[in-house]
């Protein structure tokens, strides 16, 4: 089992940059692929981002640019640095990981295992 606490979220305003932080506990993540995904209000849950066990990673095409996903595995921890926050990026961010020995990165939510419990990102305009 993997457990995985999500924490840095906040309010913010348009333009601001966030960093957003996983922490995972149980098991390593060192052999899993991660995930960043996010969802609105009355919307499907998205991919914001992915990294692969080598680092390899997968934007959605609205962050792409301006996001950018990192994995630390000795502190089995995983972040996602957002610049140029605009309101529509806000929403409830989940980080995700896969089972162990599925290291590449994909899009699907339902590849992924484990679920953080979600950390809030408003931006205001």
């Known amino acids: 089992q993997v457990q995985l606490v999500d924490s840095g979220g906040g309010v913010v305003q348009t333009g601001d940059s966030l960093r957003i932080s996983c922490a995972a506990s149980g098991r390593s993540i060192r052999t899993r692929a991660m995930g960043w995904f996010r969802q609105a209000p009355g919307k499907e849950r998205e991919l914001a981002a992915a990294i692969s066990t080598e680092g390899d990673a997968l934007y959605a095409p609205s962050v792409k640019g301006r996001f950018s996903i990192s994995r630390d595995n000795a502190k089995n921890t995983v972040y996602l640095q957002m610049n140029g926050l605009k309101p529509e990026d806000t929403g409830l961010y989940y980080c995700?990981?896969?089972?162990?020995?599925?290291?590449?990165?994909?899009?699907?939510?339902?590849?992924?295992?484990?679920w953080g419990q979600g950390t809030q990102v408003t931006v205001s305009s």
């Open positions: 995700a990981a896969k089972y162990a020995g599925h290291m590449a990165v994909s899009a699907s939510v339902g590849e992924y295992t484990y």
